[in-house]
């Protein structure tokens, strides 16, 4: 079996020609119950991280994401997720993240009505919140977290490919179709999964390992999609969020790098800001 790279050229043309993709980030503005939530949340991940710098060997990636600065991570989910230990939730506002990837889709459906999406997110309290808010919004919603099973994730995925064919079919007989959109968590649906009819992915947030980001985009642009690919990320302003995209930018040009899944302390460091 011959598998070829996005980036091969056989004869002078590329082997795998794929539709345009790009990436865009938003940059929001928390709203002061967010932002009152954040700081607690940071104030309780700053001593845990100088035990990072205290004992290197243990600053890996999930380490550092699953312990270290779950809270902060949360707080920035934009699903109005209140970590536990940090500060107790008056009404359970929903996050402006969330306000802007309705709106987006909303949008985006007014041309596009049977438009099919992806959204990705860490936390599976935010899964949830995502899919009620989606639905509550007249959006039909599918999707899984890692804990279901591999039989019905096949299922989810068919059903989801099958519809954008279906609508494509239907949408020529002016038969009304549903817009559609895919939410999973992270580490689920980053890998193994095709996509390939959705045209739109949203990031609920980025990922401290930027390959996670590629992989994620990759199920959507890979063989098979026909139409250009745009991946909104949705990042928070004066947050971790802002940390984590200052760490994918030196990653690129060569400054730090994560070896053997290790952050590196100059990494650490930018972790210990908001920007």
């Known amino acids: 079996m011959i598998r070829h790279t996005k980036a091969q050229r056989i004869g002078g043309q590329v082997a795998l020609a794929l539709p345009d993709a790009a990436c865009e980030t938003i940059w ?37 994401e699953n312990f270290v600065l779950a809270s902060r991570r949360q707080a920035c989910s934009g699903a109005g997720i209140v970590p536990k230990k940090v500060i107790s939730s008056s009404g359970g506002t929903t996050g402006r993240k969330l306000h802007v990837l309705l709106d987006d889709l909303a949008q985006l459906r007014a041309f596009e009505p049977s438009l099919h999406a992806v959204v990705f997110t860490h936390h599976v309290d935010g899964y949830e919140k995502i899919c009620s808010a989606l639905r509550s919004a007249g959006f039909e919603v599918c999707g899984f977290t890692g804990g ?46 095709t996509l390939t009819a959705a045209t739109r992915v949203y990031l609920m947030e980025p990922c401290l390992d930027p390959s996670m980001e590629l992989q994620a985009a990759g199920r959507i642009h890979r063989l098979g999609q026909t139409k250009d690919v745009l991946v909104k990320k949705l990042c928070y302003k004066n947050s971790i969020d802002g940390a984590v995209a200052e760490i994918h930018k030196k990653i690129s040009s060569g400054a730090l790098s994560i070896v053997d899944n290790v952050f590196p302390v100059a990494a650490l460091k930018i972790l210990q800001k908001d920007y």
Not at 35 to 56: E, G, H, M, V, W
Not at 170 to 188: D, H, I, P, S
């Open 28 to 64: 929001i503005d928390m709203d002061p119950h967010e932002r009152r939530i954040y700081d607690a949340a940071r104030n309780l991940s700053a001593s845990k991280l100088q035990t990072c710098f205290d004992n290197p060997a243990k600053a890996q990636v999930t380490y550092v």
């Open 148 to 193: 279901v099973q591999a039989a019905v994730r096949h299922e989810t995925i068919r059903a989801f490919q099958e519809s954008a064919e279906a609508a494509a079919v239907k949408g020529a007989k002016k038969t009304k179709v549903a817009a559609k959109v895919f939410v999973a968590t992270m580490r689920a649906g980053n890998v193994g999964v």
